[in-house]
């Protein structure tokens, strides 16, 4: 099955009660969509259905992230292609993961689910702790910072960046332009 929205988001809160969590899913939904307008306008409800469930397994199983999404979706019989882009978006964090991301899709997640942390971090410590003000310097001054949002991994955005074929400083702005379109409807 290939979840709409609205369904994703349901499932999302079967296994998570955290805000943060359930504003984290909302938000990387929010972004994968705006990537999809872009790259692949017909499959955008399921660009952001993987956004939404991909940390579906972190609040209840944070050791086994990555992990024991693979049973939680299966039981709700969730598309594989679903599934393996989700496992994938641990790829060269988590031990358990060796499917490297392949489709753009895979290495968008990949790649922004690391820079939300960043960006919202970024946004926090602006007097509007908002990210509709910000711009391009604010984050390349942080990311060069590695005690600022220490948790996101700097790496991955890198990695995903040279996965995309583009520069991190595009990847980079794609998100942040991405998370604006979201700050009417989500606080971001």
Known sequence: MVPNLQEARDL???YN????????????????????????????VYWA???MLHDIDFELYPEEHCAKCVELL??????????????NHGYGRLDWVTVKPELQM?????????LFGLIGACAMVRPSKSVRDMDMSS?????????????CCREDLVQGAEMLGVSLEELMRQT????????????V
């Open 12 to 14: 999302l809160k079967k």
């Open 49 to 51: 259905a993987v956004g």
């Open 106 to 114: 895979e290495k968008i997640l990949f790649a922004t689910d690391e």
């Open 139 to 151: 984050i390349k001054k942080k990311f060069k910072k590695k005690e600022f949002a220490a948790g």
């Open 17 to 44: 009660s955290g805000e943060f969590h359930l504003l984290h899913g909302e938000v990387v939904s929010g972004i994968m969509g705006c990537f999809a307008r872009q790259y692949d306008p017909q499959n955008e």
């Open 176 to 187: 942040l332009d991405a998370m604006k379109t979201l700050v009417d409807v989500l606080p």
């Open 74 to 87: 299966r039981s709700h019989d969730i598309d594989e292609g679903i599934i393996r882009s989700i496992v």
